[in-house]
């Protein structure tokens, strides 16, 4: 049985980024999904996980999200380590960073586990469309966020077209973006990437063909 832990989904389910969730569902056989809620010890704690994911949240609930994951910072790195597969789309990729700091100057510690910090800018989100080729395929997705991610961490990535600010972390079979959509459907080869490197069985999903075609267009659209 593979067992997937979903932290937070009360907090962590902006954008229909939970449609990664259920994808996972559809192509993963026997597939466990353990909800942890926000005054619960999460399960990777206590017990071996083969998929972590960590959603995105409102800026306020994404504050509250690191002081309950601070004491497990950790079990965190541990799980990194050990080549756990670990999804984190939204905002979620600065949790793992140094700190975010406010448009008042005020930061906020985070994990602490790459070279990286967030800035948050304004009341103004910044959106766009977002192509970025890597290793083996292109990545391509959506960002709606309120604050860019800076520094110089070998993990840590920009996209082409966004040389000023990080979109990526990408270390082990730890995959964290910006980027949204849901990621997963949208970028059928990351996925089957993700997995494999996992060593997590998965079958063809229903409209494959369809699903790689429509990434296909989609990546010469963000092209133009």
Known sequence: MIKMEVLYPEYMNLYGDTGNIKYLQTIIPRLKIIYT????TP????EKINILYIGPSTERQQEEIINK???HREAIKKLIDNYT????TGNAIEIFGKYIEKDNGELIP???LYNVYAERFSRLRYNDNVICP?????VVGFKNQLSHLYGSDRHALVSPQEKNYLNFIIDKNLFATYLLGPILILNPLLTQN???NAQIPFKEPLFHELTITAYQQRVIEFNK
Do not use: E, M, S, V
């Open 37 to 40: 809620h926000l005054n619960q």
């Open 85 to 88: 597969f670990i999804l984190a």
């Open 43 to 46: 399960a990777f704690t206590k």
């Open 110 to 112: 985070c994990l602490n």
């Open 69 to 71: 994951l601070k004491p």
């Open 134 to 138: 890597l290793k083996n395929f292109t």
């Open 194 to 196: 993700l997995l494999n």
